[in-house]
């Protein structure tokens, strides 16, 4: 649809509706390019892709690429080729067999997504939760640098995705909710290696079910006293959660209101663009302590707002 590759920068690319493409909606960067052709500064905003013969987004080689408040469905969303500076932030992400994919780049974070209804195959007779690899995927991560910051993952076989690297993953202040499949994971870390490498607090669990350096856990008493990686971590049967117009709302007794903390990210993206991207997925202002662990922030009893694109710029 739309492919800035080399030799550009400062390119905005502002609601659109780009579908039925046979590549991408947009890919921004190109693979095994020299480092001088290298795009930057891409700002991607407030767009509806979907129904590719590929994907919404396939972010290659460049540097300083935001996708804020955009509507990505259909098909998985690809970051790989050594990227740098990607950031997601705020998008609705849905009716896919992956979510969001990084297979190779430093600093990629996905921050603040509502992300639904991410499922494999049912006809793919070799699916496998064990396996790193696997579809179903809210979120995926491997051989990268990064973190999911957040995010609220509902109806989706897996959540989070760990499978290899060797630098950093912060999982942090994430809600997982309705697991679609009995025996997919809430957060699926690989090996003790990634494990040693990752870093888990603040996330919200309903039915938790976690792959830890080779063990699986479905219980948290079990999980939260082997691991010190799940600081702030909680676990409960109904974590509180509306879906009016698809857009979750936490309720006022739900246990992941004022659970959650500000996050290195948020600070990395103001340092970065100079823009505070302290608000949930509606626009709503997180509290400069706590706030809800999550894409959504519960305030005095009013249901939060459909996510219809209207989060304040995140850009520069």
């Not at 590549?23 to 693979?31: K, P, R, T, Y």
């Not at 919404?56 to 935001?66: H, I, L, W």
Request: charged share 20%.
């Amino acid at each position: 649809g739309i492919k800035p590759v080399k030799n550009a920068d400062n390119v905005w690319i502002l609601k659109n509706h780009i579908y039925h493409m046979g590549g991408d909606s947009v890919q921004v960067g190109e693979a095994s390019i020299d480092d001088s052709l290298r795009v930057s500064n891409i700002f991607v905003g407030r767009n509806n892709f979907y129904d590719n013969y590929e994907n919404p987004v396939d972010v290659k080689e460049s540097d300083m690429v935001v996708f804020s408040e955009n509507a990505l469905h259909g098909s998985a969303n690809i970051v790989h080729n050594n990227a740098d500076h990607c950031w997601f932030l705020f998008n609705k992400i849905y009716n896919a067999k992956s979510g969001l994919v990084c297979t190779g780049g430093t600093n990629i974070w996905f921050v603040g997504n509502y992300i639904y209804n991410i499922k494999h195959d049912p006809e793919d007779q070799l699916w496998n939760p064990d396996n790193g690899y696997s579809k179903g995927a809210a979120i995926h991560f491997r051989a990268s640098e990064g973190g999911a910051i957040d995010n609220t993952i509902v109806d989706c076989d897996i959540g989070i995705q760990l499978t290899s690297g060797s630098l950093s993953y912060l999982t942090q202040g994430n809600l997982f909710s309705d697991r679609a499949e009995s025996n997919g994971f809430s957060i699926f870390v690989a090996n003790s290696d990634v494990a040693n490498i990752s870093v888990l607090d603040h996330n919200a669990m309903e039915d938790m079910r976690i792959k830890w350096k080779g063990k699986v856990y479905d219980n948290p008493t079990a999980f939260f006293g082997d691991s010190t990686q799940c600081g702030e971590c909680i676990e409960n049967s109904d974590l509180g959660l509306a879906y009016p117009e698809s857009s979750p709302t936490l309720l006022e007794d739900s246990p992941a209101i004022d659970m959650n903390e500000r996050k290195l990210p948020y600070l990395l993206y103001q340092e970065t663009f100079g823009i505070d991207i302290s608000v949930d997925s509606v626009g709503t202002s997180r509290p400069l302590e706590l706030w809800d662990i999550g894409a959504f922030e519960y305030v005095n009893g009013v249901p939060n707002r459909p996510l219809d694109l209207v989060v304040p710029s995140t850009a520069n």
